[in-house]
């Protein structure tokens, strides 16, 4: 059974941090990339930060360089999302996204996996 779990999440004060883990297990996971994206009150789903399958590049939307870093660890199936300097406006539920493609009679298909996400919410 394909699984993806986010968790530490929770509630933290301006200028604080946390770290996400996004937990995978039931797919080979070393083959997908890894996204972090979030939902905040009434906004659209956005993407926060990408790293490949090896774990060799990475990205981040503008709003978070320098305060957030995604890591990985294959070894144990899990992500991490490492936020510093929390904002208010960062405050969503946080999804961990992980993603590849296949060869299927040769066409290109795509292969997405979604965890369920964790609230973070920084409040003073």
């Known amino acids: 059974q394909v699984k993806l779990v986010e968790s530490g999440g929770g509630l933290v004060q301006p200028g604080g941090s946390l770290r996400l883990s996004c937990a995978a297990s039931?797919?080979?996971?070393?083959?997908?990339?890894v996204n972090w994206y979030r939902q905040g009150p009434g906004k659209e789903r956005e993407l926060v930060a990408g790293i490949t399958s090896t774990g060799d590049s990475t990205n981040y939307t503008d709003s978070v360089k320098g305060r957030f870093t995604i890591s990985r660890d294959n070894a144990k199936n899990t992500v991490y999302l490492q936020m510093n300097s929390l904002k208010p406006e960062d405050t969503a539920v946080y999804y961990c996204n992980a993603n590849t493609v296949v060869r299927v009679l040769g066409r290109i298909l795509p292969v997405d996996y979604w965890g369920q996400g964790t609230q973070v919410t920084v409040s003073s």
């Open positions: 039931g797919f080979s996971f070393s083959n997908y990339a």
